[in-house]
Every structure is written in structure tokens, then in C-alpha cells.
Nanobody, 115 residues
Framework: VQLVESGGGLVQPGGSLRLSCAASGFTFSSYLMIWYRQAPGKEREWVARISSSGSTTNYQDSVKGRFTISRDNVKNTVSLQMNNLKLEDTAVYYC?????????WGQGTQVTVSS
């Protein structure tokens, strides 16, 4: 099983980044997918999640209207489009896959928002 995140980097406030997570080794289309983040000195928090079919999405209030989660069940990928980035979005972003029995994590990708 692998979850491999990519797309992180350094961006100025107000900028955009698109994170991607490539999944392999499990039945991707059967799993809820969640993006988490962990800022320095803070607990990991969920940011956005998408149902297995992609029909339902949820967001933390802090990112609503700025972030968009999507998935491609053919390519086995989940993405997080992040617009209008703020300093407080700086964190390591993790991809998470879970169903009623299993849970998998990626290694994380760093997002730094700085002027």
C-alpha cells in the first residue's frame, strides 16, 4: 500500500498550490479520502474529505471557499486545490485513506506560505 503526496512548496500569501496524492496497493474507489495537515507545534487536523464515490465533500471552516478536494477513481488519485493561501495554511499536508477496517497514511508534503 502506498500513498504518495506531491505538489507542496513555497508560495506567497494569496497564491495557489495543487496537492496530489497517488494511491496504490488497495481498492482506492472504496475508501474515504481525507487531507490532513499539521503545523509546527500543533496537532494534526483534517482539512478536507471526499466520499468514496466523490459525491460528497466536507471542509474545515478555515478552508471553506478556498480549498477544493477532488478524486479520480480511474487514476487512483486525490487532489487538493488550494487558493488564496494564508500564512496559517503553512503545514505538512498528509493524504489519508480509510474504510471501516483499514487506514493508510502518506508521508506528507510541506506547504509553506510566506512573503
Amino acid at each position: 500500500v502506498q500513498l504518495v503526496e506531491s505538489g507542496g512548496g513555497l508560495v506567497q500569501p494569496g497564491g495557489s498550490l495543487r496537492l496530489s496524492c497517488a494511491a496504490s496497493g488497495f481498492t482506492f474507489s472504496s475508501y474515504l479520502m481525507i487531507w490532513y495537515r499539521q503545523a509546527p507545534g500543533k496537532e494534526r487536523e483534517w482539512v478536507a474529505r471526499i466520499s468514496s464515490s466523490g459525491s460528497t465533500t466536507n471542509y474545515q471552516d478555515s478552508v471553506k471557499g478556498r480549498f477544493t478536494i477532488s478524486r479520480d477513481n480511474v487514476k487512483n488519485t486525490v487532489s487538493l486545490q488550494m487558493n488564496n493561501l494564508k500564512l496559517e495554511d503553512t503545514a505538512v499536508y498528509y493524504c489519508n485513506a480509510r474504510n471501516w477496517m483499514y487506514e493508510y497514511w502518506g508521508q506528507g508534503t510541506q506547504v509553506t506560505v510566506s512573503s
